[in-house]
C-alpha cells in the first residue's frame, strides 16, 4: 500500500497529469 501511495503521488507531479486534469477543469479536449 505504502509503494502505491509513493507511486499515485509522483504520477500526480508529472506534466502529462497536470495537463490531463487542467484540460478536464477547462473542459478542453486534450491530443496526447
Known amino acids: ?3 502505491a501511495a509513493k507511486m499515485n503521488a509522483y504520477s ?4 502529462d ?3 490531463g486534469v ?3 477543469l477547462d473542459e478542453e479536449e486534450i491530443q496526447w
Do not use: I, S
Open 17 to 19: 497529469f497536470q495537463r
Open 22 to 24: 487542467k484540460a478536464l
Open 12 to 15: 500526480r507531479q508529472t506534466e
Open 1 to 3: 500500500v505504502k509503494f
